[in-house]
């Protein structure tokens, strides 16, 4: 397993409300994941920790969203063989975050 990529995605919006955006969107999520024809296990909070299972290309990404404060920290643990992909996963998340927690 390749080192997780970590991704911070800063907000002004608390704790309370970053969390807030990021459950009431979670939908959105797994159908632009299956769109992409990925497939989503359902996700899971402890606290203010999302973890989450996605499938691709017969591997597994797992990851977490830490809500804090200020900022969204996204770590994502891809196999060896994705890890080539992690540029542009790094940019998606970076992106797509951006726009879920500024909405």
Known sequence: ???PLVVEIPHQIGRAEARRRIES???QG???VQKAGLTMQDPVW???TLAFVVGAMGQ???GTIAVEDAAA???VRLPL????FSAKVREVIAEKGG???AA
Do not use: Q
């Open 1 to 3: 397993m390749a080192k």
């Open 25 to 27: 969107r979670l939908g």
């Open 30 to 32: 797994r159908e632009l």
């Open 46 to 48: 402890d606290g203010d």
């Open 60 to 62: 597994t990404v797992s």
């Open 73 to 75: 920290r996204v770590e």
């Open 81 to 84: 063989l994705l890890g080539v």
């Open 99 to 101: 726009e879920l927690l």
